[in-house]
């Protein structure tokens, strides 16, 4: 269940953590996209969970307790759908250098093609916290799903980077409509999410920006089609 790579010769110091399911096929691009910044990585293997989606809140704690324990000081999260802009690589040291508590923030940027993004309304002011200190554990908070990364650690000081976060998932229009059934799915009433979902599904007031110059990522994006989750539309 779950799986670890570290390189050798050193002691880790930052550790990639993820999970794979439905998107297995995408780990060893996200793989070769981390290698540069990170010690290595913490994966776990969700090709057998239950449902149309299992526990997040188990697999994290799971993932960050095992970065934890292989001696890792700093936890990157990502998943199998995204990378991260590969400037960051040069910087990672330094962001990691502190000795507080910190959990860094990135502009999460939803791709509409392998290099274009939305920025328009809700779209360009998203932000997601994915470098964790874990120096002073791993704690469980409550919650189901869009749990931040950051509620995992105690107490921790946010900061801000600059450095692009860019979501694969919502390149095609197959995948908006899935995603939008699928949280409409396992969350009804907006219990956990007071905006509901049906707005990744809409495309009204797009607006996209082009990745800049010295803010892209690697590998290059090759795209497949594929919808990278469970088909709650063709669940009878």
């Not at 989606?53 to 994290?60: C, T, Y």
């Not at 330094?94 to 999460?108: D, H, K, N």
């Not at 920025?119 to 791993?138: P, S, T």
């Not at 699928?182 to 809409?202: C, E, F, I, S, T």
């Amino acid at each position: 269940m779950i799986s670890a790579h570290i390189k050798p010769g050193r002691a880790p110091r930052v550790l990639a953590v993820f999970s794979f399911r439905y998107d297995a096929h995408l780990v060893p691009a996200l793989i070769a996209n981390v290698e540069p910044m990170t010690d290595g990585w913490i994966a776990y293997d969700d090709t057998g969970g239950d449902g149309v989606f299992s526990d997040e809140a188990h697999r994290r704690v799971a993932l960050l307790t095992a970065a934890r324990e292989a001696g890792a000081r700093w936890a990157l999260a990502i998943d199998p759908d995204e990378r991260f802009e590969s400037s960051l690589a040069a910087e990672i040291t330094r962001l990691t250098a502190s000795e507080e508590t910190l959990a860094y923030i990135f502009p999460v940027r939803e791709l509409y093609s392998a290099d274009q993004y939305r920025v328009d309304g809700v779209w360009g002011r998203k932000r997601q916290a994915r470098v964790l200190c874990l120096a002073d554990g791993v704690v469980r908070p409550q919650g189901e799903l869009h749990l931040s990364w950051a509620s995992f650690i105690p107490k921790p000081q946010l900061r801000e980077t600059q450095f692009n976060l860019y979501h694969l998932k919502m390149i095609t229009a197959e995948r908006r409509k899935a995603r939008a059934a699928l949280y409409n799915h396992l969350d009804p009433k907006r219990r956990m999410q007071a905006v509901g979902y049906d707005y990744l599904a809409d495309d009204s007031g797009l607006q996209l920006e082009r990745i800049a110059n010295g803010r892209e990522y690697r590998p290059s994006h090759q795209e497949d089609g594929g919808l990278w989750m469970a088909d709650v539309l063709a669940t009878p």
